[in-house]
């Protein structure tokens, strides 16, 4: 009887030792675990949020989303209608993407492709340094530099736009104010802050592309653009569309660049020339004082929209990529 329990435990224990041996169990939990982690982070948030913003969800109800540009934000008389700064989270963040897109994605292209060997590492020291710029610093320049320098003058070019009929006049309505703060002075800061991003990791999907697939269009006869552009951008389109993800994420939640240079006026018009706020900075700027409870119930379902504006825009993206590596051959993906 005795050795029969002692021939189980030595099965037992060489099992666990052979399961072990390599790590693949160990590291296949391990990654589940974390993998499980980061998906109740995210529920506890939107819990938190939630629960937190019941009362102003019972008191306010659908009109604090109500999308008029007559909205109301006024903590003195506990009027709180957040379509203002969600409209400004969106305008900036659509200007920053329109813009950034193609800068990055040629950067990128000229980095991997066409770049002397010479320039190629500097440039490439140069855009992961951008990156890694605090978004503070990037707020000091825009208020010294780039607004008077460059957002004013482009405020007072657009301005004779606002003739234009129906919402492309109401995007440029002015006159834009002469420090230059404006959504617009928002929307132009965030595509500089993201082009490095997108940049990066464009360059990278591009890099990591066979060299046969060039060789193979060369070899057809393909013009070096025709092969940049007819082979090397659709192959690693799935991952530059993550690249462009990951700057809309940045954008969509930056906060202090935008703060200083938005101008935080709580103005009820569309237009890309006046002064504003978004979602990320009215929080950090009055969420600490906050003049009653229901202020501060309302800042916290403000809170609550820009985690579901973004959780929505990331899944309809992430949605899209794999569209996109439905497509692929699987060796792209590879």
């Given at each position: 009887?005795?050795?029969?329990?002692?021939?189980?435990?030595?099965?037992?224990?060489?099992?666990?030792?052979?399961?072990?041996?390599?790590?693949?169990?160990?590291?296949?939990?391990?990654?589940?675990?974390?993998?499980i982690l980061v998906l109740v982070v995210?529920?506890?948030?939107?819990?938190?949020?939630?629960?937190?913003?019941?009362?102003?969800?019972?008191?306010?109800?659908?009109?604090?989303?109500?999308?008029?540009?007559?909205?109301?934000?006024?903590?003195?008389?506990?009027?709180?209608?957040?379509?203002?700064?969600?409209?400004?989270?969106?305008?900036?963040?659509?200007?920053?993407?329109?813009?950034?897109?193609?800068?990055?994605?040629?950067?990128?292209?000229?980095?991997?492709?066409?770049?002397?060997?010479?320039?190629?590492?500097?440039?490439?020291?140069?855009?992961?340094?951008?990156?890694?710029?605090?978004?503070?610093?990037?707020?000091?320049?825009?208020?010294?530099?780039?607004?008077?320098?460059?957002?004013?003058?482009?405020?007072?070019?657009?301005?004779?736009?606002?003739?234009?009929?129906?919402?492309?006049?109401?995007?440029?309505?002015?006159?834009?104010?002469?420090?230059?703060?404006?959504?617009?002075?928002?929307?132009?800061?965030?595509?500089?802050?993201?082009?490095?991003?997108?940049?990066?990791?464009?360059?990278?999907?591009?890099?990591?592309?066979?060299?046969?697939?060039?060789?193979?269009?060369?070899?057809?006869?393909?013009?070096?653009?025709?092969?940049?552009?007819?082979?090397?951008?659709?192959?690693?389109?799935?991952?530059?569309?993550?690249?462009?993800?990951?700057?809309?994420?940045?954008?969509?939640?930056?906060?202090?660049?935008?703060?200083?240079?938005?101008?935080?006026?709580?103005e009820a018009t569309g237009s890309l020339?006046?002064?504003?706020?978004?979602?990320?900075?009215?929080?950090?700027?009055?969420?600490?004082?906050?003049?009653?409870?229901?202020?501060?119930?309302?800042?916290?379902?403000?809170?609550?929209?820009?985690?579901?504006?973004?959780?929505?825009?990331?899944?309809?993206?992430?949605?899209?990529v794999w569209q996109v590596a439905r497509?692929?051959?699987?060796?792209?993906?590879?």
């Open positions: 009887m005795k050795n029969t329990s002692v021939l189980k435990r030595n099965t037992w224990r060489e099992r666990l030792n052979r399961s072990t041996r390599h790590g693949d169990i160990p590291w296949s939990l391990l990654v589940g675990a974390m993998a995210v529920l506890a948030i939107a819990w938190m949020l939630w629960t937190e913003s019941a009362d102003a969800r019972a008191k306010i109800g659908w009109d604090f989303f109500r999308p008029t540009l007559d909205a109301t934000w006024n903590p003195a008389k506990d009027i709180y209608q957040a379509w203002p700064f969600i409209y400004g989270t969106l305008i900036t963040s659509l200007v920053a993407i329109i813009l950034a897109v193609p800068i990055s994605i040629g950067i990128a292209v000229f980095l991997a492709e066409l770049c002397p060997e010479r320039l190629r590492l500097p440039l490439n020291w140069m855009i992961e340094m951008l990156a890694a710029i605090p978004s503070v610093v990037y707020g000091l320049w825009g208020i010294f530099v780039f607004l008077p320098v460059v957002v004013a003058p482009i405020g007072k070019f657009l301005a004779p736009l606002s003739s234009l009929p129906s919402f492309a006049g109401t995007l440029f309505t002015g006159p834009i104010s002469e420090d230059g703060t404006s959504r617009l002075a928002a929307g132009l800061i965030l595509t500089i802050m993201i082009i490095p991003t997108i940049t990066a990791i464009s360059r990278d999907v591009l890099l990591a592309i066979p060299d046969t697939q060039r060789e193979a269009a060369m070899g057809l006869g393909s013009t070096r653009w025709e092969m940049i552009w007819q082979v090397l951008l659709p192959y690693g389109l799935s991952g530059i569309l993550g690249a462009i993800i990951l700057g809309l994420g940045r954008a969509l939640g930056e906060t202090m660049a935008v703060t200083m240079v938005m101008g935080n006026a709580n020339l006046k002064a504003g706020y978004t979602m990320a900075s009215l929080l950090a700027l009055q969420f600490k004082e906050a003049v009653t409870p229901l202020h501060t119930d309302a800042m916290i379902e403000l809170g609550l929209t820009l985690f579901a504006i973004t959780l929505i825009l990331n899944l309809l993206a992430r949605f899209l497509r692929t051959p699987q060796e792209a993906r590879a």
